[in-house]
T-cell receptor
């Protein structure tokens, strides 16, 4: 089966940089995605890595290494509004299913 | 752009009662549609997905069912709710960018 593991919680202060890791065991997938979810809200899409390497979108960057079965989301210049849960996800080969990671709760302190 | 409507937004139901949650999608045609459940403080569990009218795939055995009577309508049902059915139910479809999943606002269900 497929599984994606993330740290349960990460804390940081405003202005800092934080990295949220995602390690996975899956037989094959199209790419690694990241989603943000604020308390009480729905997940929203942040980024997608189809290929190995770094993708940058403003303050957020995402990285994928298929050979290491590993990816991460990097958040720079943290703001209070970045406090949320973050999920990695993969779309499994030959399916239309998206499998989500266990989720990481990020708390940003002033 | 896409819009997903879900109702009701919140629901409190007694154990053993029936359930019907509705999801409708605008701004896209013949989308794949998905139902997820999220228990408090947990990740998202895929319950059902549909690639077209009347076509439903179930991911986990449970007392829930899904139906897709129209192209842009996806319904989640139960004949008798269990306490373990409590959670945040999210309907989703592929995003317009192709790589992402777009979620509706969700229904928060509490079974007492």
């Amino acid at each position: 089966g497929q599984s994606l593991e993330q740290p349960s919680e990460v804390t940081a202060v405003e202005g800092a940089i934080v990295q949220i890791n995602c390690t996975y065991q899956t037989s094959g997938f199209y790419g690694l995605s990241w989603y943000q979810q604020h308390d009480g809200g729905a997940p929203t899409f942040l980024s997608y890595n189809a290929l190995d390497g770094l993708e940058e979108t403003g303050r957020f960057s995402s990285f994928l290494s298929r050979s290491d079965s590993y990816g991460y989301l990097l958040l720079q210049e943290l703001q209070m509004k970045d406090s949320a849960s973050y999920f990695c996800a993969v779309r499994v080969f030959n399916t239309d299913k998206l499998i989500f990671g266990t989720g990481t709760r990020l708390q940003v302190f002033p | 752009s896409q819009t997903i409507h879900q109702w009701p937004a919140t629901l409190v139901q007694p154990v053993g009662s029936p359930l019907s949650l509705e999801c409708t999608v605008e701004g896209t045609s013949n989308p794949n549609l998905y139902w997820y459940r999220q228990a408090a403080g947990r990740g998202l569990q895929l319950l059902f997905y549909s690639v077209g009218i009347g076509q439903i795939s179930s991911e986990v055995p449970q007392n829930l069912s899904a139906s897709r009577p129209q192209d842009r309508q996806f319904i989640l049902s139960s004949k008798k709710l269990l306490l373990s059915d409590s959670g945040f139910y999210l309907c989703a479809c592929p995003g317009l960018g192709g790589d992402e999943q777009f979620f509706g606002p969700g229904t928060r269900l509490t079974v007492l």
